[in-house]
Structures are given as C-alpha cells and as structure tokens.
C-alpha cells in the first residue's frame, strides 16, 4: 500500500516538572522505515493517551518500563493498518493493536512491551483503545485477580469517571457490589450515577472526601480501587473494612510531582484491618486478552458497558492533549485521530 | 487450692505520651473475685510483655481491641496455675495461657480475646510466651499463610532479633530462604548471624540501612517482614523485587509516636513491582495452634529453633520492664515471674 515519504514524529524534549506541558515535546521528521525480514510497517490510525504516559518520561520512570530518554520518540499504544509486512502473522490490510508510539507509521516485528495483537473483524477502530482498551483490562484483569469483590461488598473507586475506573465501578456493579466512585465535578458524578449505574459519588472537588467515605460506607470498605494516590488513598485506607484489598492501579495526583510525595499515613490500618495493598500491572496478564474480551466485548455491544470516547484530530494536538488528561479537561477516553 | 486475700493489679493511670513511662501505671489492690458457675480461678505465673501494648494504651486503639480506658486493668498474656474451678474443662492445678492481666490473680471462663488454652504437660512453664508463644505463632502463620517464602527467595526481617523477628528469620532459612536481619547494635546482629543462622545482618544503629539492603540484596527483595514501620518499612519497600510480599506485623517505631507518622513514600513501588503489602494478626489463626504447636516443639525441642528469654522478677517490675521494650534495653522475650 502506498504511503508518505516522511514519517511525522513526536519526542520528549526535556524532562517535564511539574504538570506535563506541550513544550516538553517536540516533532521531528524521519524517513519511513524499510520493512526487513519478519518485520511489518503500519499506519497509525489512533493512538491512546494514558495517564502512565507522566511516569514514562519522568527521570524515575517505572518499575516496568525504562524512562523515556530524552530526543527519544514517545511510546503509546495505537491502532493501526499493516501497509506492508514482510511478517508470517500480519498481512497488509490487518487493523491491529500494538505501542508504536507517537508517530505516522511504525517497524513492527509483532513483539515489544505489549505485544501485537490483530482487531478482530466487526469491531470499530477506536474499541480497543477505549471500551476494550488497555483501560478496560486493567479494569477486568484487577477486579478478577486481584479485587476480588463479593456480591454485597463495599467497592470504592477513585478516578472513578477515568477510562479505567469507570469500567471497575460499572463491572463490579455487575458483579452484585456497592460501587461508590469518586471524582472531580459535579458533572462527572451525575454521569457516574445517573448513566454508569454507580450508587453514589463524591466530588473530590466540592465534597469532604473523608466525612463522605464514613457516611456512605457505614460498614467499611471492602475494594478500593486506587488510582490517584495521595489524600484520597490516605482517606479510604482510613475506612478500610476487615480483610479489605486495595488495588495501587495508578497514581495521578503523584505523577505530576517532581519530588516524592508523602507515602499514606494510614497503611497502618492495613495491619488492623488485616488488609492488602497490592499493586498491579494489565502487562502481566496480556497473554489472556482472548479471555477478557469474550466478556467484554458482548457488554459493550449488549450496552451494559458504557463508556465515552474524547477523540482530538492529528498527531499534532498529542502534546496538549496529554496535558488535557492530567487537568481533567477531557471528556471519556482520550485518543488522538492520527489518520482516517 | 489456697490463695492471698489480696488481688495486686496494675492499672493505665494515664495515656502515654511518647515513650511509655512507669509512672504511666499505678498499682491498685482488689479483693481475689469469688468463682462462679462456669468459671474458674488462676493465679498468674509469668506475664509476657510485647510491643502491641502501647498501641492498647493510646487513644487511637487498635484494629482489633478498644483502647485500655484510664483506670482499667492493663492486659496481658500469662501463663497461670489454675486454682480453683467451677468450669468443665479446667481443672486445679492445669498450667493454662491466656490474656489474665497485670495481676496476681485473674477469673476467666475460658473465653475473651484469646481463649485460653492448656499447656502441654512437659513443656518449660515460660516456653508458652517465648518460644512457642504469640510471637512465634505470628512468625509461623505469617510466613506460612502470608510472606510463603520460596526456597533460594530473599527474606529480610526488621526487628529480627526481637521475639518475632528472630524466629520470622530462623524459619524462613529452614525452609531454604536467604536471610537478612535488620536490629539495633552490633551484638544483637552478631547474635542473629553467628547463633541463629541468619545469612547477614543490618545493624540499623550504624550502617546505611538504605545502602546496604542494595549490596545485600542485589535481586531485590522477596519477602519482608515489617516489625518496626517508619523509615526501615520505606528502605524495604524501595528494594522490593518483583512480586514481593511485605507482610505488615507491627510498627514499633511509631507506636510511641503521639502525632501519626509519615506513611512509606515508597509505597508506589508496590505497583511497579506487582508486589503485595498485607497486615497480619494471630489472632486470626489461633484455631490453628495445634498445628503451629506440633511443628514448632520438636524444633525448639531440638534446638534448630533458638530463643533467648529476659525475665524480670515479680509484677511490680512490669511497668518500667514495658519501657525496656521499646528502648531496646532488654536481651531476649521479655517477660515478668509473677509467682513461681
């Protein structure tokens, strides 16, 4: 298939402090790629932006990925078209789902931190990245082996109205929990409650995130989902319910912060409670994707699963947008448009 | 059986602030309580003294019982002789452990917060609070239902040459676990490496905590048992290998603390390392002692499973003796000869 002579990327420049800004990076022009033996090429279509994105660029980076060195092209996952392969798996034509980065096109030899996998015929473009994402696995993945929740039990989500919490609260709901899910603004917790099925909200923004937690779960709580770290994973450490397992899904109100933040007073109530802090990774589980969207993908056709989709146009808005994701000036799943 | 007239007690005079403090008790004498229906009399032999009571002094309690109010009895594990009985199944004469108090004398109808249980005929009369006490029973529920360490995996205890600590690190290496002991001054990491088998020591009063868990445990570490919390719990936690357990056993450091401590900034490293952090108490397991007994006696029996007891003479000494347990100033489970 034909395709352009440049390949259009995006690099970090500099080690962003603070909040993510767009100047932290910048585009740069490469030749496209020959595709060699047991190699594809393909054509971004979407690419997803994550909140984890903060900590792949920080000078810390994470226990899973190395940091992103400076000049070098920015990781994340996308879907794309194979233009051309030279690879026994992957034919031209094939959508597939696979971390080739902040660019136009990408050298592929189906492996990497996330290994290649292909969209399955029927399913829209931009599903795995958003209902059937990477999001929505963690989602499946954490409530599965690590959450565990009972029907009847107290499960607390933070970052509730996020591609991933959303998902926890919807399908823990459906598991026969009490979802309470926390959020920022009144707007997200109406959509949490009157669309996503939650049985209450609290506005991190407006409420008192503690006297909150105590009044809606009188019993304690049973799962809590934490991905936002800091006050709040302190607050629901302090309300945990005996034999409570707290899911460290993510941290964003620490993946911003150039220094470290004060680790949670309250992990001591982890002793009385006889709870688990556990923290998890979608990574470890990529070898049973076939598993998880059996379920999910029947949900999200079905409407059980709901979900929206925050789709900016061209690669070039990724910077800003990435900055959008962290102020929470989104709406739904967050993806740039790259090409149609 | 014949008994005084008079019941010595020690009562919470006032809460601690900071360090405990003798004056923090008062002594009170009570008439001997006459035996009812279902119940029966002890006289109280030894009184074991553990960390876990300055958290039921404070104000803030624990998880799992109510602050000792001001005026009340302090409570404690003992080993008692029973002496008179109106209960089925104890009779005058039966060496029995269970939470009798600070006191000479104590009724019990076999139940409380640890029911009470009969001592093996032939076992030490202190070996029911040393070796084969509570701590020892944590060590091996804790390893055993938590920590499961797997034969060639690091373990790192803290408090390793305390009464827990020490057999956490003696049946973590029996069952083919690398150990590393972190305790305070030289002669108490002597005693861990040269007596008691541990494969290395931290001597936290003098080395690099931080600097020397790096070089001891250059695969990062598997399993580590907290019994101290504060800036040891954060060192551990930023070594942790992949799919670490860290079994949350008590924390020392900041029991005498009034204001609450820092958490572990590096609690985030649970996430990047898949890894698990879990509170644990024994008494969630004490329908179990038979089987903890049946394995822990012939190893204390046959001496692989090593212990020191520092035992003060009579109850008047418990007081100051608790201040000793938290200043280090004692060698080995300390306990108090109420009578002989």
Redesign the interface.
């Known amino acids: 298939m034909p395709h352009a002579d440049t390949n259009h990327q995006w690099v970090l420049a500099r080690r962003p402090q603070g909040l993510v800004e767009a100047d932290d990076f910048e585009r740069r022009d490469a030749p496209v790629p020959e595709v060699g033996e047991g190699e594809f090429l393909v054509q971004n279509l979407y690419l997803s932006l994550d909140p984890a994105m903060r900590a792949w660029v920080s000078e810390r980076g ?3 990925m190395p940091p992103v060195p400076i000049g070098g092209l920015m990781p994340g996952g996308c879907v794309a078209r194979v233009l051309e392969s030279r690879h026994d798996d992957f034919s031209p034509g094939d959508l597939v789902l696979g971390m080739f980065g902040w660019q136009d096109y990408a050298l592929s030899d189906g492996g990497g931190p996330l290994r290649v996998s292909k969209v399955p015929d029927g399913v829209p473009p931009t599903l795995p990245l958003s209902a059937l994402g990477l999001t929505s696995l963690t989602a499946y993945f954490g409530l599965k082996e690590i959450a565990r929740p009972q029907s009847g039990e107290t499960v607390v989500v933070s970052g509730a109205a996020g591609a991933t919490g959303s998902v926890v609260g919807q399908l823990a709901k459906l598991s026969g929990s009490r979802t309470v899910g926390i959020a920022g603004g009144a707007q997200k917790c109406a959509w949490l409650t009157g669309e996503l099925g939650f049985d209450a909200a609290i506005d991190y923004k407006a409420d008192n995130v503690r006297a909150r937690l105590s009044e809606l779960c009188p019993d304690g709580i049973d799962v809590y989902w934490d991905n936002v ?1 800091g006050e709040i994973l ?1 607050a629901a450490l302090g309300r945990l319910a ?1 034999h409570a397992r707290v899911v ?4 964003i109100s ?1 993946y911003n912060s150039e220094s ?22 979608v990574f ?1 589980y990529l070898d049973r994707i076939d598993e998880a969207m059996a379920e999910l993908l029947p949900l999200v056709l079905e409407g059980k699963l709901r979900y929206r989709e925050d789709i900016r146009d061209g690669l070039d808005t990724a910077p800003a947008a990435l900055r959008d994701l962290f102020t929470g000036a989104h709406d739904g799943k967050l993806m740039v448009q790259i090409a149609s």
């Not at 460290?248 to 941290?251: D, F, I, T, V, Y």
């Not at 007073?265 to 998890?280: H, K, P, Q, S, V």
């Open positions: 994470t226990g899973y770290g302190d005996l460290l899904c993510g941290a620490v470290p933040a004060p680790g949670p007073a309250n992990y001591l109530n982890l002793l009385g409670r006889r709870a688990r802090m556990e923290g998890f990774l470890d």
